[in-house]
């Protein structure tokens, strides 16, 4: 939201924003109960302590980055793929069908070495909240939960494509309810200034099976065009993830290919050398390495 006022505001050569674009700063929209109900969110979130964490070198050495592209007939196969029959009347987005076929990737690498493997969702709670539609439209910050499945490698790697997606969507579905926002907004409360102060998803940790954690930013259409056309690639700041020891997976739909998911997409990941190694040697090429000349700027690289 702020990358499409700020591009508005320098096209338009005007230092005012619109009303309507005006940025929401006000916390108070999200309102604790009078009696606090938050089930097992304990279990999905722990404090950020160092005691709780892995060493720094082992999370330092454990994961490189990586910037894939995938194109959109690449993305259309795959959701074709991962979905079933139309008379079941299941179909995958093509945000589940990229995580299936991650999840079976990842169940590949994974092998003999656990019997188990996770993928994890940043689930977006705007949605969610009809009631606050209008203050959402406009808000400032994180309104985002975190959702977890997992499942025995053999399983992952048996099953079709169509069943995999249908376990990311029922797990997304599950925490992407108003109920599951209100009681976030319970626990949240309850914990002000007390404790650690800090929390981190207990499945990032890296500690039990190697997890996945996918966040997708494709249904925010950015317009990075500042007046000089729409930027080459737009992706949020990478921040470290310091001791957290799983993997991590950021998508981006690519800038003027359509927004809102529309055109091919963009994945940033920070994950294991064996994973990165089996998507660069996929026979499928899914997922190619992101290069200046896929973006139109080999002619300003420098080497």
């Known amino acids: 939201m702020i990358v499409d006022v700020w ?29 606090p109900s938050y089930g097992g969110l304990g279990e999905v979130f722990i404090p950020l302590e160092s005691e709780r964490l892995v060493n720094a070198l082992t999370a330092g050495s454990s994961l490189v980055v990586r910037t894939y592209y995938v194109e959109q007939r690449d993305l259309d196969m795959l959701r074709v793929q991962a979905s079933a ?37 940043w689930v977006n709670g705007r949605p969610c909240l009809a009631k606050k539609e209008a203050a959402m439209r406009s ?34 579905r599950a925490t992407a309810t108003s109920e599951h926002f209100q009681e976030l907004v319970d626990w949240v ?57 799983c993997g991590f997976v950021m998508i981006m739909a690519s800038p003027g290919t359509g927004g809102h998911g529309g055109g091919s997409w963009i994945f940033t990941m920070s994950i294991w050398p064996r994973l990165a190694a089996a998507l660069d040697s996929d026979a499928h090429r899914i997922f190619k390495p992101l290069t200046a000349e896929y973006l139109g700027l080999a002619q300003y690289s420098r080497f």
């Open 189 to 245: 409360e309850e914990r002000k200034g007390k404790g650690p102060g800090k929390y981190v998803e207990t499945a990032t940790v890296g500690l039990g099976s190697p997890v996945l954690s996918v966040t997708s930013m494709v249904s925010f259409g950015l317009d990075t065009d500042f007046g000089f056309g729409q930027a080459a690639i737009a992706m949020p700041t990478w921040v470290d993830s310091g001791r957290l020891c």
């Open 85 to 121: 029959s139309e008379e079941r009347g299941a179909s995958a987005s093509r945000v589940e069908a990229a995580c299936a076929y991650l999840w079976k990737v990842l169940a590949g690498v994974v092998g003999s070495s656990d019997d188990r493997c996770r993928m994890g969702w």
């Open 139 to 172: 808000y400032v910050g994180n309104v985002t939960s975190f959702a977890v499945a997992e499942a025995s490698v053999d399983a992952i790697k048996r099953r079709p494509l169509p069943e995999v997606a249908s376990m990311v969507r029922q797990s997304i």
């Open 7 to 35: 591009s508005q505001l320098a096209r338009s050569g005007t230092e005012k924003i619109a009303a309507a674009a005006a940025p929401n700063h006000d916390r108070s929209i999200f309102r604790p109960r009078a009696a």
